[in-house]
Protein backbone atom coordinates (compact mmCIF):
# COMPACT_ATOMS: atom_id res chain seq x y z
CA UNK A 1 0.00 0.00 0.00
CA UNK A 2 1.03 3.36 -0.78
CA UNK A 3 0.56 6.67 0.89
CA UNK A 4 -0.73 9.46 -1.00
CA UNK A 5 0.59 13.07 -1.08
CA UNK A 6 -1.88 13.89 1.91
CA UNK A 7 -0.57 10.41 3.80
CA UNK A 8 -4.09 8.76 2.58
CA UNK A 9 -3.87 4.44 2.48
CA UNK A 10 -5.78 3.99 -1.17
CA UNK A 11 -5.50 0.80 -3.16
CA UNK A 12 -7.90 1.46 -5.95
CA UNK A 13 -9.26 -1.96 -8.29
CA UNK A 14 -10.50 -1.72 -11.89
CA UNK A 15 -12.31 -4.03 -13.97
CA UNK A 16 -10.71 -4.92 -17.15
CA UNK A 17 -13.97 -5.77 -19.69
CA UNK A 18 -15.60 -2.57 -20.92
CA UNK A 19 -14.15 -0.48 -17.68
CA UNK A 20 -10.51 -0.33 -19.53
CA UNK A 21 -11.04 -1.81 -23.10
CA UNK A 22 -13.91 -2.43 -24.89
CA UNK A 23 -15.24 -5.93 -25.17
CA UNK A 24 -18.97 -6.12 -25.03
CA UNK A 25 -19.34 -4.87 -28.00
CA UNK A 26 -17.44 -7.61 -29.94
CA UNK A 27 -19.92 -10.20 -28.16
CA UNK A 28 -22.38 -8.01 -29.56
CA UNK A 29 -20.94 -7.93 -33.12
CA UNK A 30 -20.27 -11.73 -33.58
CA UNK A 31 -23.95 -12.20 -31.98
CA UNK A 32 -25.28 -10.20 -34.68
CA UNK A 33 -23.12 -12.35 -37.34
CA UNK A 34 -24.67 -15.26 -35.85
CA UNK A 35 -28.13 -14.35 -35.75
CA UNK A 36 -27.66 -13.59 -39.75
CA UNK A 37 -26.43 -17.12 -40.20
CA UNK A 38 -29.48 -18.28 -38.55
CA UNK A 39 -31.87 -16.64 -40.03
CA UNK A 40 -33.76 -18.70 -41.95
CA UNK A 41 -34.25 -20.86 -39.03
CA UNK A 42 -36.02 -18.14 -36.42
CA UNK A 43 -36.16 -14.37 -36.20
CA UNK A 44 -33.72 -12.43 -34.30
CA UNK A 45 -35.37 -12.39 -30.66
CA UNK A 46 -36.08 -15.80 -30.36
CA UNK A 47 -32.57 -16.76 -31.09
CA UNK A 48 -30.77 -14.56 -28.97
CA UNK A 49 -33.14 -15.81 -26.11
CA UNK A 50 -31.82 -19.14 -26.95
CA UNK A 51 -28.05 -18.66 -27.24
CA UNK A 52 -28.49 -16.91 -23.69
CA UNK A 53 -30.23 -19.78 -21.93
CA UNK A 54 -27.10 -21.62 -23.56
CA UNK A 55 -24.94 -19.38 -22.12
CA UNK A 56 -26.20 -19.50 -18.83
CA UNK A 57 -26.75 -23.22 -19.04
CA UNK A 58 -22.86 -23.71 -19.63
CA UNK A 59 -21.25 -21.03 -17.14
CA UNK A 60 -21.22 -23.54 -14.60
CA UNK A 61 -19.04 -25.75 -16.92
CA UNK A 62 -17.82 -23.27 -19.46
CA UNK A 63 -16.49 -20.37 -16.90
CA UNK A 64 -16.87 -16.89 -18.64
CA UNK A 65 -14.81 -16.05 -21.97
CA UNK A 66 -14.59 -16.27 -25.61
CA UNK A 67 -14.07 -20.01 -26.28
CA UNK A 68 -16.73 -20.97 -24.12
CA UNK A 69 -19.28 -18.22 -25.88
CA UNK A 70 -17.61 -19.94 -29.09
CA UNK A 71 -18.77 -23.57 -27.56
CA UNK A 72 -22.42 -22.00 -26.64
CA UNK A 73 -22.80 -20.64 -30.19
CA UNK A 74 -22.05 -23.89 -31.87
CA UNK A 75 -24.43 -25.58 -29.63
CA UNK A 76 -27.17 -23.36 -29.99
CA UNK A 77 -26.89 -23.45 -33.90
CA UNK A 78 -26.93 -27.40 -33.99
CA UNK A 79 -30.02 -26.83 -31.41
CA UNK A 80 -32.05 -24.26 -33.38
CA UNK A 81 -31.89 -26.21 -36.81
CA UNK A 82 -32.12 -30.08 -35.50
CA UNK A 83 -28.52 -30.83 -36.29
CA UNK A 84 -29.33 -29.64 -39.99
CA UNK A 85 -26.69 -26.69 -39.73
CA UNK A 86 -23.43 -28.03 -42.09
CA UNK A 87 -20.08 -28.19 -41.07
CA UNK A 88 -18.78 -25.64 -43.09
CA UNK A 89 -21.24 -23.32 -41.03
CA UNK A 90 -19.83 -24.14 -38.10
CA UNK A 91 -16.65 -24.09 -39.26
CA UNK A 92 -17.40 -20.05 -39.29
CA UNK A 93 -18.60 -20.19 -36.32
CA UNK A 94 -15.34 -21.40 -35.25
CA UNK A 95 -13.52 -18.62 -37.12
CA UNK A 96 -15.54 -16.28 -35.39
CA UNK A 97 -14.27 -17.05 -32.27
CA UNK A 98 -10.39 -17.22 -33.35
CA UNK A 99 -10.92 -14.12 -35.26
CA UNK A 100 -12.62 -12.37 -31.65
CA UNK A 101 -9.14 -13.91 -29.52
CA UNK A 102 -6.96 -11.91 -31.57
CA UNK A 103 -8.88 -8.57 -32.08
CA UNK A 104 -7.34 -5.39 -31.07
CA UNK A 105 -7.56 -4.00 -27.23
CA UNK A 106 -9.31 -0.81 -27.83
CA UNK A 107 -8.49 1.66 -24.69
CA UNK A 108 -11.75 3.16 -23.51
CA UNK A 109 -11.33 7.07 -23.59
CA UNK A 110 -9.47 8.64 -21.08
CA UNK A 111 -8.39 5.60 -19.19
CA UNK A 112 -4.82 5.38 -20.64
CA UNK A 113 -4.15 8.80 -18.84
CA UNK A 114 -6.40 8.01 -15.49
CA UNK A 115 -4.39 4.91 -15.00
CA UNK A 116 -1.37 6.45 -15.56
CA UNK A 117 -1.69 9.12 -13.66
CA UNK A 118 -3.85 7.07 -10.37
CA UNK A 119 -0.47 4.43 -10.68
CA UNK A 120 2.06 7.49 -9.30
CA UNK A 121 -0.20 8.21 -6.05
CA UNK A 122 -1.79 4.95 -5.46
CA UNK A 123 -1.64 0.95 -5.00
CA UNK A 124 -3.27 -0.02 -8.45
CA UNK A 125 -5.27 -3.92 -8.40
CA UNK A 126 -6.54 -4.89 -11.99
CA UNK A 127 -9.59 -7.79 -10.73
CA UNK A 128 -11.00 -9.68 -13.72
CA UNK A 129 -12.68 -12.55 -14.61
CA UNK A 130 -12.69 -14.58 -17.32
CA UNK A 131 -10.47 -16.63 -19.22
CA UNK A 132 -6.76 -16.93 -17.82
CA UNK A 133 -5.26 -16.95 -21.42
CA UNK A 134 -7.43 -14.35 -23.04
CA UNK A 135 -7.51 -11.79 -20.05
CA UNK A 136 -3.53 -12.04 -19.93
CA UNK A 137 -3.51 -11.43 -23.47
CA UNK A 138 -5.58 -8.59 -23.76
CA UNK A 139 -3.81 -6.86 -20.48
CA UNK A 140 -0.46 -7.29 -22.79
CA UNK A 141 -1.85 -6.18 -25.60
CA UNK A 142 -2.99 -2.97 -23.64
CA UNK A 143 0.00 -2.10 -22.94
CA UNK A 144 -1.59 -1.03 -19.41
CA UNK A 145 -0.05 -3.65 -17.49
CA UNK A 146 2.64 -1.60 -15.89
CA UNK A 147 0.59 0.52 -14.07
CA UNK A 148 -0.69 -2.70 -11.73
CA UNK A 149 0.77 -3.90 -8.57
CA UNK A 150 -1.30 -6.93 -8.48
CA UNK A 151 -3.40 -8.39 -11.46
CA UNK A 152 -6.24 -10.74 -10.43
CA UNK A 153 -7.65 -12.98 -12.75
CA UNK A 154 -10.37 -15.27 -11.11
CA UNK A 155 -13.50 -16.99 -12.10
CA UNK A 156 -15.88 -15.18 -10.55
CA UNK A 157 -16.54 -11.69 -8.48
CA UNK A 158 -18.37 -12.34 -5.81
CA UNK A 159 -17.98 -11.00 -1.91
CA UNK A 160 -15.99 -13.80 -0.77
CA UNK A 161 -13.34 -13.54 -3.64
CA UNK A 162 -12.87 -9.44 -3.43
CA UNK A 163 -12.71 -10.55 0.67
CA UNK A 164 -9.79 -12.79 -0.08
CA UNK A 165 -8.24 -10.55 -2.60
CA UNK A 166 -8.31 -7.71 0.08
CA UNK A 167 -6.91 -10.37 2.90
CA UNK A 168 -4.15 -11.60 0.54
CA UNK A 169 -2.85 -7.78 -0.20
CA UNK A 170 -3.68 -6.63 3.61
CA UNK A 171 -6.17 -3.99 2.29
CA UNK A 172 -8.68 -3.47 4.61
CA UNK A 173 -11.94 -2.62 2.53
CA UNK A 174 -12.08 0.89 4.26
CA UNK A 175 -8.70 1.74 2.01
CA UNK A 176 -10.43 0.02 -1.29
CA UNK A 177 -12.53 1.75 -4.19
CA UNK A 178 -13.39 -0.83 -6.99
CA UNK A 179 -13.94 0.79 -10.33
CA UNK A 180 -15.87 -1.15 -12.86
CA UNK A 181 -19.22 -0.92 -15.16
CA UNK A 182 -20.86 -4.44 -13.75
CA UNK A 183 -23.26 -3.45 -10.97
CA UNK A 184 -23.24 -7.30 -10.52
CA UNK A 185 -19.65 -7.86 -10.54
CA UNK A 186 -17.94 -4.80 -9.42
CA UNK A 187 -20.02 -2.77 -7.21
CA UNK A 188 -22.93 -4.79 -5.02
CA UNK A 189 -20.20 -7.28 -3.39
CA UNK A 190 -17.69 -4.48 -2.67
CA UNK A 191 -20.21 -2.63 -0.81
CA UNK A 192 -21.16 -5.68 0.93
CA UNK A 193 -17.83 -5.81 2.13
CA UNK A 194 -17.86 -2.03 3.19
CA UNK A 195 -15.47 -0.80 0.81
CA UNK A 196 -16.19 1.41 -1.92
CA UNK A 197 -17.19 0.83 -5.27
CA UNK A 198 -17.38 3.67 -8.76
CA UNK A 199 -19.78 3.11 -11.19
CA UNK A 200 -19.02 3.64 -14.80
CA UNK A 201 -21.55 2.24 -16.96
CA UNK A 202 -20.57 1.09 -20.32
CA UNK A 203 -22.71 1.38 -23.86
CA UNK A 204 -23.67 -2.25 -23.51
CA UNK A 205 -24.42 -4.28 -20.75
CA UNK A 206 -24.63 -8.06 -21.08
CA UNK A 207 -27.70 -9.49 -20.00
CA UNK A 208 -26.21 -11.95 -17.28
CA UNK A 209 -24.33 -9.24 -15.48
CA UNK A 210 -27.44 -6.35 -15.06
CA UNK A 211 -28.60 -6.18 -11.25
CA UNK A 212 -30.37 -3.50 -9.92
CA UNK A 213 -29.22 -1.29 -7.01
CA UNK A 214 -31.35 -1.36 -3.65
CA UNK A 215 -33.54 2.09 -3.87
CA UNK A 216 -32.02 2.74 -0.43
CA UNK A 217 -28.94 5.20 -0.79
CA UNK A 218 -25.79 3.28 -0.32
CA UNK A 219 -22.68 3.89 1.78
CA UNK A 220 -19.41 4.24 -0.64
CA UNK A 221 -21.27 3.86 -3.92
CA UNK A 222 -20.31 6.33 -6.75
CA UNK A 223 -21.79 6.74 -10.26
CA UNK A 224 -19.56 8.53 -12.79
CA UNK A 225 -19.98 9.19 -16.25
CA UNK A 226 -16.69 8.19 -17.83
CA UNK A 227 -13.51 7.45 -17.20
CA UNK A 228 -12.13 11.05 -16.43
CA UNK A 229 -13.85 11.91 -14.08
CA UNK A 230 -12.23 9.59 -11.29
CA UNK A 231 -9.28 11.58 -10.66
CA UNK A 232 -11.74 13.86 -8.97
CA UNK A 233 -13.57 11.22 -6.97
CA UNK A 234 -10.52 9.84 -5.85
CA UNK A 235 -8.90 13.23 -4.59
CA UNK A 236 -12.04 13.77 -2.81
CA UNK A 237 -12.50 10.29 -0.78
CA UNK B 1 8.47 -19.85 4.05
CA UNK B 2 8.91 -22.77 6.85
CA UNK B 3 11.67 -24.32 8.17
CA UNK B 4 11.27 -27.98 8.79
CA UNK B 5 12.58 -29.92 11.81
CA UNK B 6 16.09 -29.42 11.06
CA UNK B 7 15.87 -25.68 10.48
CA UNK B 8 16.28 -26.31 6.73
CA UNK B 9 13.97 -23.90 4.23
CA UNK B 10 12.27 -25.88 1.38
CA UNK B 11 9.74 -24.44 -0.69
CA UNK B 12 8.08 -27.69 -2.90
CA UNK B 13 5.86 -26.77 -5.83
CA UNK B 14 4.28 -29.18 -7.50
CA UNK B 15 2.43 -29.61 -11.00
CA UNK B 16 -1.42 -30.59 -11.19
CA UNK B 17 -2.01 -32.73 -14.41
CA UNK B 18 -0.95 -36.04 -14.37
CA UNK B 19 1.35 -35.10 -11.61
CA UNK B 20 -1.56 -34.74 -8.55
CA UNK B 21 -4.38 -36.20 -10.59
CA UNK B 22 -5.01 -37.96 -13.81
CA UNK B 23 -5.75 -36.06 -16.88
CA UNK B 24 -4.31 -37.14 -20.16
CA UNK B 25 -5.72 -40.69 -20.53
CA UNK B 26 -8.87 -38.39 -20.23
CA UNK B 27 -8.00 -36.58 -23.34
CA UNK B 28 -7.01 -39.81 -24.48
CA UNK B 29 -10.29 -41.70 -24.40
CA UNK B 30 -11.77 -38.77 -26.14
CA UNK B 31 -9.59 -38.91 -28.84
CA UNK B 32 -10.18 -42.30 -29.23
CA UNK B 33 -13.98 -41.53 -29.55
CA UNK B 34 -12.77 -38.75 -32.01
CA UNK B 35 -11.32 -41.51 -34.23
CA UNK B 36 -13.79 -43.50 -34.47
CA UNK B 37 -16.42 -40.79 -35.36
CA UNK B 38 -14.02 -39.91 -37.97
CA UNK B 39 -12.91 -43.27 -39.14
CA UNK B 40 -15.11 -43.33 -42.61
CA UNK B 41 -12.58 -40.47 -43.66
CA UNK B 42 -9.41 -41.66 -42.90
CA UNK B 43 -6.86 -43.63 -40.99
CA UNK B 44 -6.43 -43.51 -37.16
CA UNK B 45 -2.79 -42.09 -37.21
CA UNK B 46 -3.36 -39.54 -39.98
CA UNK B 47 -6.59 -38.10 -38.04
CA UNK B 48 -3.99 -37.75 -34.73
CA UNK B 49 -2.03 -36.18 -36.88
CA UNK B 50 -4.25 -33.73 -37.91
CA UNK B 51 -5.49 -32.82 -34.55
CA UNK B 52 -2.20 -32.77 -33.46
CA UNK B 53 -1.37 -29.86 -36.09
CA UNK B 54 -4.55 -28.36 -35.22
CA UNK B 55 -4.26 -28.20 -31.76
CA UNK B 56 -0.71 -26.67 -32.42
CA UNK B 57 -1.59 -23.72 -34.44
CA UNK B 58 -4.38 -22.99 -32.12
CA UNK B 59 -2.70 -23.14 -28.74
CA UNK B 60 -1.38 -19.46 -29.29
CA UNK B 61 -5.18 -18.33 -29.51
CA UNK B 62 -6.73 -20.95 -27.24
CA UNK B 63 -4.27 -21.65 -24.50
CA UNK B 64 -3.93 -25.17 -22.74
CA UNK B 65 -7.46 -26.55 -21.21
CA UNK B 66 -10.70 -28.86 -22.66
CA UNK B 67 -12.42 -25.59 -24.13
CA UNK B 68 -10.00 -25.36 -26.87
CA UNK B 69 -9.08 -28.99 -26.82
CA UNK B 70 -12.97 -29.32 -27.88
CA UNK B 71 -12.42 -26.55 -30.35
CA UNK B 72 -9.80 -28.15 -31.70
CA UNK B 73 -11.42 -31.23 -32.57
CA UNK B 74 -14.38 -29.28 -33.94
CA UNK B 75 -12.56 -27.28 -36.75
CA UNK B 76 -9.85 -30.80 -37.66
CA UNK B 77 -13.81 -32.79 -37.96
CA UNK B 78 -14.92 -29.72 -40.59
CA UNK B 79 -11.21 -29.95 -42.42
CA UNK B 80 -10.94 -33.64 -42.46
CA UNK B 81 -14.01 -34.37 -43.84
CA UNK B 82 -14.13 -30.69 -46.17
CA UNK B 83 -17.32 -29.78 -44.31
CA UNK B 84 -19.13 -33.14 -44.93
CA UNK B 85 -19.51 -33.43 -41.26
CA UNK B 86 -22.87 -33.21 -39.68
CA UNK B 87 -24.80 -30.73 -36.96
CA UNK B 88 -25.39 -33.44 -34.82
CA UNK B 89 -21.59 -35.44 -35.16
CA UNK B 90 -20.47 -31.66 -34.20
CA UNK B 91 -22.79 -31.75 -31.34
CA UNK B 92 -21.62 -35.26 -29.90
CA UNK B 93 -18.01 -33.58 -29.80
CA UNK B 94 -19.07 -30.24 -27.67
CA UNK B 95 -21.33 -32.84 -25.42
CA UNK B 96 -17.58 -34.95 -25.18
CA UNK B 97 -16.27 -31.80 -23.93
CA UNK B 98 -18.99 -31.00 -21.74
CA UNK B 99 -18.14 -34.50 -20.10
CA UNK B 100 -14.76 -34.39 -19.61
CA UNK B 101 -15.39 -30.67 -17.57
CA UNK B 102 -17.03 -32.69 -15.04
CA UNK B 103 -15.44 -35.97 -15.33
CA UNK B 104 -14.62 -36.85 -11.45
CA UNK B 105 -11.17 -35.89 -10.24
CA UNK B 106 -9.17 -38.94 -9.86
CA UNK B 107 -5.97 -38.74 -7.71
CA UNK B 108 -2.98 -40.47 -8.48
CA UNK B 109 -1.39 -43.57 -6.06
CA UNK B 110 0.25 -41.92 -2.88
CA UNK B 111 -0.26 -38.74 -3.79
CA UNK B 112 -3.08 -37.79 -0.72
CA UNK B 113 -0.73 -38.81 1.83
CA UNK B 114 2.45 -37.61 0.41
CA UNK B 115 1.15 -34.17 -0.32
CA UNK B 116 -0.87 -33.68 2.99
CA UNK B 117 2.82 -34.91 4.81
CA UNK B 118 5.15 -32.99 3.34
CA UNK B 119 2.23 -30.24 4.25
CA UNK B 120 3.16 -30.44 8.03
CA UNK B 121 6.81 -29.21 7.51
CA UNK B 122 6.90 -27.54 4.05
CA UNK B 123 5.76 -24.91 2.07
CA UNK B 124 4.17 -26.40 -0.42
CA UNK B 125 2.95 -24.50 -3.35
CA UNK B 126 0.55 -25.44 -6.78
CA UNK B 127 1.74 -24.67 -10.02
CA UNK B 128 -0.22 -25.38 -12.92
CA UNK B 129 -1.31 -23.95 -16.25
CA UNK B 130 -4.03 -24.41 -18.59
CA UNK B 131 -8.02 -22.69 -18.04
CA UNK B 132 -8.37 -21.03 -14.88
CA UNK B 133 -11.69 -22.06 -14.71
CA UNK B 134 -11.27 -26.04 -15.29
CA UNK B 135 -8.14 -26.14 -13.21
CA UNK B 136 -10.02 -24.02 -10.05
CA UNK B 137 -13.04 -26.38 -10.41
CA UNK B 138 -10.40 -29.92 -10.05
CA UNK B 139 -8.57 -28.67 -7.52
CA UNK B 140 -11.94 -27.79 -5.61
CA UNK B 141 -13.26 -31.62 -6.40
CA UNK B 142 -9.58 -33.18 -5.58
CA UNK B 143 -10.03 -32.21 -1.80
CA UNK B 144 -6.17 -31.66 -1.76
CA UNK B 145 -6.43 -27.51 -1.67
CA UNK B 146 -5.94 -27.05 1.86
CA UNK B 147 -2.41 -28.50 1.49
CA UNK B 148 -1.00 -25.41 -0.74
CA UNK B 149 -0.14 -21.99 0.59
CA UNK B 150 -0.31 -20.88 -2.39
CA UNK B 151 -1.61 -21.84 -5.93
CA UNK B 152 -0.92 -20.15 -9.21
CA UNK B 153 -2.73 -20.47 -12.21
CA UNK B 154 -0.57 -19.44 -15.30
CA UNK B 155 -0.76 -19.41 -19.23
CA UNK B 156 2.47 -21.54 -19.70
CA UNK B 157 5.62 -22.73 -17.58
CA UNK B 158 8.45 -21.33 -18.78
CA UNK B 159 11.44 -19.72 -17.15
CA UNK B 160 10.45 -16.16 -16.67
CA UNK B 161 6.90 -17.57 -15.51
CA UNK B 162 8.65 -19.47 -12.16
CA UNK B 163 11.42 -16.88 -11.83
CA UNK B 164 8.14 -14.63 -10.93
CA UNK B 165 6.83 -16.95 -8.95
CA UNK B 166 9.72 -17.63 -6.48
CA UNK B 167 9.92 -13.91 -6.58
CA UNK B 168 6.40 -12.88 -5.68
CA UNK B 169 6.44 -15.53 -2.59
CA UNK B 170 10.57 -14.67 -1.80
CA UNK B 171 11.49 -18.17 -2.60
CA UNK B 172 15.01 -18.62 -3.40
CA UNK B 173 15.52 -20.92 -6.57
CA UNK B 174 18.03 -23.26 -4.07
CA UNK B 175 15.30 -23.33 -1.60
CA UNK B 176 12.95 -24.83 -3.94
CA UNK B 177 11.84 -28.21 -5.57
CA UNK B 178 9.43 -28.63 -8.49
CA UNK B 179 7.55 -32.10 -9.39
CA UNK B 180 5.62 -32.92 -11.85
CA UNK B 181 5.69 -35.03 -15.26
CA UNK B 182 6.46 -33.02 -17.96
CA UNK B 183 10.28 -32.71 -18.89
CA UNK B 184 9.34 -29.29 -20.80
CA UNK B 185 6.98 -27.86 -18.31
CA UNK B 186 8.04 -28.63 -14.81
CA UNK B 187 11.91 -29.97 -14.98
CA UNK B 188 13.50 -27.81 -17.45
CA UNK B 189 12.59 -24.26 -16.97
CA UNK B 190 13.34 -24.99 -13.10
CA UNK B 191 16.64 -26.32 -13.46
CA UNK B 192 17.57 -23.17 -15.35
CA UNK B 193 17.31 -21.09 -12.56
CA UNK B 194 19.13 -22.70 -9.89
CA UNK B 195 16.23 -24.69 -8.26
CA UNK B 196 15.77 -28.44 -8.11
CA UNK B 197 12.92 -30.49 -9.88
CA UNK B 198 12.09 -34.22 -9.14
CA UNK B 199 10.17 -36.04 -12.40
CA UNK B 200 7.42 -38.23 -12.12
CA UNK B 201 6.62 -39.90 -15.11
CA UNK B 202 3.50 -40.15 -16.01
CA UNK B 203 2.16 -43.43 -18.12
CA UNK B 204 0.99 -41.14 -21.21
CA UNK B 205 2.70 -37.52 -22.53
CA UNK B 206 1.28 -35.57 -24.66
CA UNK B 207 3.12 -34.95 -27.80
CA UNK B 208 3.73 -31.08 -27.02
CA UNK B 209 4.84 -31.70 -23.62
CA UNK B 210 7.56 -34.13 -24.84
CA UNK B 211 11.17 -32.77 -24.33
CA UNK B 212 14.54 -34.25 -24.15
CA UNK B 213 16.54 -33.86 -21.38
CA UNK B 214 20.48 -32.75 -22.00
CA UNK B 215 23.00 -35.91 -22.37
CA UNK B 216 25.44 -34.42 -19.63
CA UNK B 217 24.44 -34.42 -15.67
CA UNK B 218 21.92 -32.06 -14.49
CA UNK B 219 22.78 -30.38 -11.13
CA UNK B 220 19.23 -30.80 -9.01
CA UNK B 221 17.84 -33.00 -11.13
CA UNK B 222 15.97 -36.49 -9.51
CA UNK B 223 13.90 -39.23 -11.51
CA UNK B 224 11.48 -40.49 -8.88
CA UNK B 225 9.12 -43.56 -10.48
CA UNK B 226 6.11 -42.77 -8.32
CA UNK B 227 4.92 -39.98 -5.68
CA UNK B 228 5.60 -42.31 -2.40
CA UNK B 229 9.36 -41.97 -3.32
CA UNK B 230 9.56 -38.14 -2.79
CA UNK B 231 9.26 -37.70 1.04
CA UNK B 232 12.27 -39.46 1.27
CA UNK B 233 14.20 -37.43 -1.61
CA UNK B 234 13.05 -34.67 0.40
CA UNK B 235 14.65 -35.92 3.60
CA UNK B 236 17.89 -36.09 1.66
CA UNK B 237 18.39 -33.04 0.41
Known amino acids: MMQDREGRM ?21 QGKFRELLAPYGDAAWIDQQLYATETRNLAHFGYGIKGF ?14 RIGGREIGQIVEWGRSMLVSPVELLPGVEEVVATLAQ ?30 VEIVRDKDEAV ?40 Y ?13 TALDGYFQLEAMDALPALVAQL
Open 10 to 30: LAIGFDADDTLWHNERLYALT
Open 70 to 83: TLSMIETAIELTGG
Open 121 to 150: EYALLLITKGDLFDQESKLARSGLGGNFQH
Open 162 to 201: YAAILAKHKIPPSDFLMVGNSIRSDILPVLKLGARAAHIP
Open 203 to 215: AITWQHETAALPE
